[in-house]
Protein backbone atom coordinates (compact mmCIF):
# COMPACT_ATOMS: atom_id res chain seq x y z
CA UNK A 1 0.00 0.00 0.00
CA UNK A 2 1.08 3.62 -0.30
CA UNK A 3 1.14 6.40 1.88
CA UNK A 4 2.45 9.96 1.55
CA UNK A 5 2.97 11.85 5.22
CA UNK A 6 3.28 15.76 5.65
CA UNK A 7 5.74 16.28 8.22
CA UNK A 8 4.97 19.35 8.81
CA UNK A 9 1.12 21.13 9.13
CA UNK A 10 1.81 24.13 9.60
CA UNK A 11 5.02 26.74 8.16
CA UNK A 12 5.94 30.06 8.69
CA UNK A 13 8.41 32.05 6.93
CA UNK A 14 9.00 35.53 6.11
CA UNK A 15 8.97 37.15 2.62
CA UNK A 16 12.15 36.65 1.05
CA UNK A 17 13.47 33.61 3.12
CA UNK A 18 13.42 30.03 2.19
CA UNK A 19 10.68 27.86 1.70
CA UNK A 20 11.09 23.73 2.68
CA UNK A 21 8.20 22.17 3.28
CA UNK A 22 8.90 18.51 3.30
CA UNK A 23 7.25 15.35 2.33
CA UNK A 24 8.14 11.33 2.80
CA UNK A 25 6.36 8.24 0.68
CA UNK A 26 5.46 4.73 1.26
CA UNK A 27 5.40 2.58 -1.62
CA UNK A 28 5.88 -0.42 -3.07
CA UNK A 29 6.71 0.63 -6.86
CA UNK A 30 8.31 3.31 -8.25
CA UNK A 31 5.45 6.29 -7.43
CA UNK A 32 4.51 9.40 -9.37
CA UNK A 33 4.35 12.37 -7.05
CA UNK A 34 2.95 15.72 -7.26
CA UNK A 35 2.84 18.83 -5.32
CA UNK A 36 -0.07 20.86 -5.17
CA UNK A 37 -1.37 24.52 -3.90
CA UNK A 38 -4.59 25.33 -2.95
CA UNK A 39 -5.55 29.18 -1.87
CA UNK A 40 -8.89 29.57 0.11
CA UNK A 41 -12.20 28.46 -1.31
CA UNK A 42 -10.37 27.03 -4.35
CA UNK A 43 -9.53 24.21 -5.59
CA UNK A 44 -5.86 22.64 -6.31
CA UNK A 45 -3.67 23.92 -8.54
CA UNK A 46 -0.52 21.92 -9.35
CA UNK A 47 2.96 23.04 -9.19
CA UNK A 48 5.10 20.51 -10.42
CA UNK A 49 5.20 16.60 -10.88
CA UNK A 50 7.74 13.92 -10.82
CA UNK A 51 7.57 10.79 -13.39
CA UNK A 52 10.83 8.70 -13.21
CA UNK A 53 12.73 10.86 -15.74
CA UNK A 54 14.82 14.17 -13.78
CA UNK A 55 14.77 13.80 -10.13
CA UNK A 56 15.07 17.47 -9.09
CA UNK A 57 11.75 18.78 -10.86
CA UNK A 58 10.85 22.71 -11.60
CA UNK A 59 7.46 23.68 -11.43
CA UNK A 60 5.57 27.25 -11.43
CA UNK A 61 5.99 30.21 -9.51
CA UNK A 62 9.86 29.69 -8.35
CA UNK A 63 9.10 26.24 -6.74
CA UNK A 64 11.04 23.10 -7.18
CA UNK A 65 11.69 19.85 -5.58
CA UNK A 66 13.69 17.01 -5.30
CA UNK A 67 13.19 12.84 -5.33
CA UNK A 68 15.64 11.38 -3.24
CA UNK A 69 14.34 7.54 -3.50
CA UNK A 70 17.40 6.71 -1.54
CA UNK A 71 15.41 8.74 1.87
CA UNK A 72 11.77 8.16 -0.16
CA UNK A 73 11.45 12.20 0.26
CA UNK A 74 10.15 14.46 -2.01
CA UNK A 75 10.41 17.77 -0.44
CA UNK A 76 9.66 21.15 -2.01
CA UNK A 77 11.70 24.29 -2.21
CA UNK A 78 11.59 27.60 -2.69
CA UNK A 79 14.57 30.17 -2.78
CA UNK A 80 12.91 33.09 -1.74
CA UNK A 81 8.99 33.22 -0.23
CA UNK A 82 6.76 35.75 -1.56
CA UNK A 83 3.32 36.88 0.28
CA UNK A 84 1.24 35.18 -2.40
CA UNK A 85 2.69 31.86 -1.99
CA UNK A 86 0.63 31.47 1.75
CA UNK A 87 -1.59 28.42 0.96
CA UNK A 88 -2.15 25.45 1.77
CA UNK A 89 0.09 22.78 0.33
CA UNK A 90 -0.57 18.76 -0.55
CA UNK A 91 1.76 16.22 -1.66
CA UNK A 92 0.57 13.66 -3.47
CA UNK A 93 1.72 9.84 -4.57
CA UNK A 94 0.32 7.95 -7.55
CA UNK A 95 0.71 4.45 -8.84
CA UNK A 96 -0.63 4.58 -12.57
CA UNK A 97 -1.68 1.02 -12.75
CA UNK A 98 -4.15 0.66 -9.79
CA UNK A 99 -5.46 4.54 -10.40
CA UNK A 100 -4.51 4.42 -6.43
CA UNK A 101 -3.62 8.78 -5.64
CA UNK A 102 -3.00 9.37 -1.95
CA UNK A 103 -3.05 12.87 -0.59
CA UNK A 104 -1.27 13.84 2.44
CA UNK A 105 -2.51 15.81 5.25
CA UNK A 106 -1.73 19.09 3.52
CA UNK A 107 0.81 21.91 4.87
CA UNK A 108 0.14 25.23 5.52
CA UNK A 109 2.67 28.15 4.57
CA UNK A 110 1.82 31.35 6.20
CA UNK A 111 4.98 34.52 4.96
CA UNK A 112 5.02 36.98 7.40
CA UNK A 113 6.13 40.54 5.72
CA UNK B 1 -10.44 27.56 -22.07
CA UNK B 2 -10.58 23.88 -20.78
CA UNK B 3 -11.18 22.54 -17.51
CA UNK B 4 -13.63 21.73 -14.64
CA UNK B 5 -16.69 23.51 -13.88
CA UNK B 6 -18.61 22.76 -10.32
CA UNK B 7 -21.53 24.55 -9.43
CA UNK B 8 -22.94 25.82 -7.39
CA UNK B 9 -20.17 26.84 -5.32
CA UNK B 10 -22.00 27.13 -1.98
CA UNK B 11 -25.29 24.85 -1.06
CA UNK B 12 -27.21 24.54 2.08
CA UNK B 13 -29.18 21.04 2.64
CA UNK B 14 -32.30 20.82 5.02
CA UNK B 15 -32.83 17.69 7.44
CA UNK B 16 -33.88 14.29 5.24
CA UNK B 17 -32.79 16.24 1.57
CA UNK B 18 -30.80 14.64 -1.35
CA UNK B 19 -28.67 17.45 -2.83
CA UNK B 20 -26.61 16.89 -6.57
CA UNK B 21 -23.88 18.97 -6.63
CA UNK B 22 -22.47 18.60 -10.89
CA UNK B 23 -18.96 18.85 -12.58
CA UNK B 24 -19.15 18.97 -15.72
CA UNK B 25 -15.10 18.71 -17.87
CA UNK B 26 -14.27 19.72 -21.50
CA UNK B 27 -10.87 18.54 -21.24
CA UNK B 28 -11.46 15.10 -22.54
CA UNK B 29 -10.28 13.39 -19.75
CA UNK B 30 -10.99 9.57 -19.25
CA UNK B 31 -11.37 9.55 -15.37
CA UNK B 32 -13.38 11.81 -13.03
CA UNK B 33 -13.05 11.74 -9.65
CA UNK B 34 -14.93 13.08 -6.42
CA UNK B 35 -13.25 14.42 -3.12
CA UNK B 36 -14.69 15.61 0.88
CA UNK B 37 -12.23 18.04 2.48
CA UNK B 38 -13.03 19.02 5.73
CA UNK B 39 -11.33 21.57 7.63
CA UNK B 40 -7.69 20.88 8.27
CA UNK B 41 -7.65 17.63 6.71
CA UNK B 42 -6.27 16.11 3.04
CA UNK B 43 -8.35 15.12 0.45
CA UNK B 44 -10.05 12.28 0.93
CA UNK B 45 -12.07 9.71 -2.06
CA UNK B 46 -16.04 9.79 -2.06
CA UNK B 47 -15.91 7.68 -5.87
CA UNK B 48 -14.26 7.89 -9.05
CA UNK B 49 -15.35 6.81 -12.39
CA UNK B 50 -12.02 5.87 -15.13
CA UNK B 51 -14.94 5.26 -17.82
CA UNK B 52 -18.87 6.10 -19.21
CA UNK B 53 -21.15 4.00 -17.45
CA UNK B 54 -18.43 2.52 -14.88
CA UNK B 55 -17.83 4.10 -11.17
CA UNK B 56 -16.19 2.63 -8.13
CA UNK B 57 -16.45 3.69 -4.42
CA UNK B 58 -13.15 5.21 -3.11
CA UNK B 59 -12.70 5.57 0.98
CA UNK B 60 -15.84 7.20 2.16
CA UNK B 61 -18.53 6.27 -0.15
CA UNK B 62 -21.76 5.80 2.47
CA UNK B 63 -24.03 8.68 2.02
CA UNK B 64 -23.17 9.22 -1.28
CA UNK B 65 -24.25 8.35 -5.57
CA UNK B 66 -22.51 9.32 -8.54
CA UNK B 67 -23.50 8.63 -12.23
CA UNK B 68 -21.50 8.64 -15.23
CA UNK B 69 -23.81 8.56 -18.12
CA UNK B 70 -21.82 11.52 -20.39
CA UNK B 71 -17.71 11.63 -20.45
CA UNK B 72 -18.16 15.17 -19.53
CA UNK B 73 -20.03 14.69 -16.73
CA UNK B 74 -20.32 13.13 -12.98
CA UNK B 75 -22.50 14.57 -10.66
CA UNK B 76 -22.46 13.64 -6.62
CA UNK B 77 -25.99 13.13 -5.16
CA UNK B 78 -25.41 13.40 -0.61
CA UNK B 79 -28.11 11.90 0.11
CA UNK B 80 -30.31 11.76 3.37
CA UNK B 81 -28.03 8.75 4.57
CA UNK B 82 -25.08 10.88 5.19
CA UNK B 83 -25.50 12.63 8.41
CA UNK B 84 -22.10 14.64 8.31
CA UNK B 85 -22.50 16.26 4.86
CA UNK B 86 -21.08 19.95 5.76
CA UNK B 87 -17.47 19.89 4.19
CA UNK B 88 -16.06 21.53 0.55
CA UNK B 89 -16.40 19.11 -2.18
CA UNK B 90 -13.86 18.92 -4.99
CA UNK B 91 -14.43 17.08 -8.28
CA UNK B 92 -11.42 16.42 -10.28
CA UNK B 93 -10.48 14.35 -13.52
CA UNK B 94 -7.20 13.01 -15.19
CA UNK B 95 -6.33 11.70 -18.23
CA UNK B 96 -5.58 7.50 -18.84
CA UNK B 97 -3.34 7.97 -21.26
CA UNK B 98 0.90 8.96 -21.57
CA UNK B 99 1.13 7.18 -18.35
CA UNK B 100 0.71 8.96 -15.12
CA UNK B 101 -0.92 12.36 -15.60
CA UNK B 102 -1.62 14.99 -12.58
CA UNK B 103 -5.59 15.59 -11.65
CA UNK B 104 -6.91 18.73 -12.83
CA UNK B 105 -9.60 20.26 -10.42
CA UNK B 106 -12.70 22.48 -10.24
CA UNK B 107 -12.94 25.39 -7.45
CA UNK B 108 -14.96 23.29 -5.15
CA UNK B 109 -18.38 23.67 -3.76
CA UNK B 110 -18.99 24.06 -0.40
CA UNK B 111 -21.77 22.41 1.41
CA UNK B 112 -23.85 23.70 4.78
CA UNK B 113 -26.14 22.40 6.57
CA UNK B 114 -29.36 24.28 7.53
Redesign the interface.
Known amino acids: AQSVTQLDSHVSVSEGTPVLLRCNYSSSYSPSLFWYVQHPNKGLQLLLKYTSAATLVKGINGFEAEFKKSETSFHLTKPSAHMSDAAEYFCVVSYYNNNDMRFGAGTRLTVKP | DGG?T?SPKYLFRKEGQNVTLSCEQNLNHD?MYW?RQDP????R?IY?S?IVNDFQKGDIAEGYSVSREKKESFPLTVTSAQKNPTA?Y?C?SRTRQL??Q???????T?LSIL
Open positions: IQAYGQGLLYQFLAGDPQHFGDGR
